[in-house]
């Protein structure tokens, strides 16, 4: 198997293999259908995601370094913004940039 | 609907782009011409899966191996379909593609966003996830092509994503305005990184679904 093939192979199977865990849902559950339980996990899957994605994103900071406290700051700059002016854009404009002034200083 | 599209994109250009780049300039070191981090964008389409295949390349993991890696790095988006079963639409190209292009960063825009009134959900959709693609593809590809030569230093800028995972968690909040969910997404998260740290996102959201269906029934029980 040449390495040029063997590429191609691993990104077809990686393709396949992606695409069935975000096809798989909408194939079991096809619409239309009342299901109370389904749409009680529908219901609450998006705040539970939301959460459970931001402390991922925190998971690898190392809390006691400098580090740590960029990202606590950069953080309280979004949440606050966006109390203040609920523009999403900004609060993400203003949070990461304090971030990076902060990382490459 | 256009620059709207952009508006609300735009966020996830700041976060697609520097990993898009990080993943090229990884990508590059590998060997194979730049064109091919550009193909993997497109029909991969799946950040973490995507740098994870990098290492994978170059220990010349097998076939099997790698589908079944790559199918439980992303066993996550099993549940994030759930709540879309009724957002996209009519069986069709299009929604093969919604579902092709669903990432952490879309759902978590779709789930939140109300679509202005004046445009049709399915086709405003299909433009997320059409013009995210795009900002990933391009991420990739500049990043293979230019990975010695890149001046604008982006160091930082994957911040963009947890900033919109945070915007977007105060959006969920100012709309639902309920603790539970958040209470027991919050549990589940502390459990998972003490007990799977590596696995710590699907974990918690297994945890967390399982926890509230539980909930729910001992609460209709109570109710009998």
């Known amino acids: ?105 | 609907m256009i620059r709207s599209v952009i508006k609300t994109t735009l966020p996830i250009l700041f976060g697609f782009l520097p990993l898009g780049i990080a993943f090229g300039i990884l990508f590059q070191e590998l060997g194979y011409p730049w064109y091919f981090a550009t193909l993997m964008g497109i029909c991969v389409y799946a950040g973490a899966a995507q740098f994870m295949a990098v290492g994978m390349l170059g220990a010349g993991v097998g076939l099997f191996e790698i589908a079944i890696s790559t199918f439980f790095l992303n066993s996550r988006h099993l549940f994030y379909g759930l709540a879309l079963l009724n957002s996209f639409g009519a069986w069709g190209l299009r929604k093969f593609y919604l579902i092709f292009g669903l990432t952490d960063e879309t759902y978590a825009l779709m789930t939140t966003i109300t679509v202005p009134k004046e445009f049709n959900r399915q086709r405003y959709y299909f433009l997320m996830t059409l013009f995210s693609q795009c900002y990933w593809v391009l991420g990739c590809s500049i990043g293979a092509l230019a990975s010695s030569s890149l001046d604008f230093n982006t160091e930082g800028m994957d911040f963009a994503a947890t900033a919109l995972f945070t915007v977007l968690l105060i959006e969920q909040w100012l709309k639902v305005r309920k603790p539970l969910p958040f209470v027991v997404a919050f549990s589940s998260s502390c459990i998972s990184l003490i007990f799977f740290f590596q696995h710590m996102l699907l974990a918690a959201i297994v945890l967390s679904i399982t926890t509230i269906i539980v909930l729910r029934f001992i609460k209709s029980k109570k109710n009998d």
């Open chain 1, 1 to 105: 198997m040449t390495d040029i093939s063997y590429l191609l192979l691993v990104m077809l199977v990686m393709t396949v293999a992606t695409y069935a865990t975000r096809l798989t849902p909408f194939v079991l559950f096809s619409r239309g259908q009342e299901r109370p339980l389904l749409n009680f996990i529908a219901k609450n899957t998006p705040p539970m995601v939301m959460t459970i994605l931001v402390i991922y994103m925190l998971k690898g900071v190392n809390y006691i370094s400098f580090e740590g406290v960029y990202t606590f700051i950069a953080l309280l700059v979004t949440v606050v913004f966006h109390l203040y002016k609920r523009n999403a854009l900004l609060s993400i404009i203003a949070g990461t940039a304090v971030y990076m002034i902060a990382v490459q200083m």
